[in-house]
């Protein structure tokens, strides 16, 4: 069963740090392009970032170049989204995603497997 599986999120004080994984089971992660999302309370679900399957690229959004970082660990199936500089603004559900790469990496309709979302809180 293909399964994505997101982890590490929690309540933070602005300005920390925290870093998501996103473990998959079922199926080699190292061959797709994964890409992390967030989606805040009355708001639609937007790209933050996304590392590809073949050569690593990644990419951001511009509200988290900078303070975020993807990568891959690809002999643990994990991905991770380390965050730091936190804002209020960065509250939300984080999801990870895959999809065979980085191309429209915005786009939710791209993606074809999604995980269930960890709940990430800045506040102090």
């Known amino acids: 069963q293909v399964q994505l599986v997101e982890s590490g999120g929690g309540l933070v004080q602005p300005g920390g740090s925290l870093r998501l994984s996103c473990a998959a089971s079922?199926?080699?992660?190292?061959?797709?392009?994964i890409g992390w999302f967030r989606q805040a309370p009355g708001k639609e679900r937007e790209g933050v970032s996304c590392i590809s399957s073949s050569h690593g690229s990644t990419y951001y959004a511009d509200s988290v170049e900078g303070r975020f970082t993807i990568a891959r660990d690809n002999a643990k199936n994990t991905v991770y989204l380390q965050m730091n500089s936190l804002t209020p603004e960065d509250t939300a559900v984080y999801y990870c995603?895959?999809?065979?790469?980085?191309?429209?990496?915005?786009?939710?309709?791209?993606?074809?497997?999604w995980g269930q979302g960890t709940q990430v809180t800045v506040s102090s």
């Open positions: 995603a895959a999809q065979e790469s980085c191309t429209g990496w915005g786009y939710v309709e791209n993606y074809d497997y």
């Open positions: 079922g199926f080699t992660l190292e061959y797709y392009a």
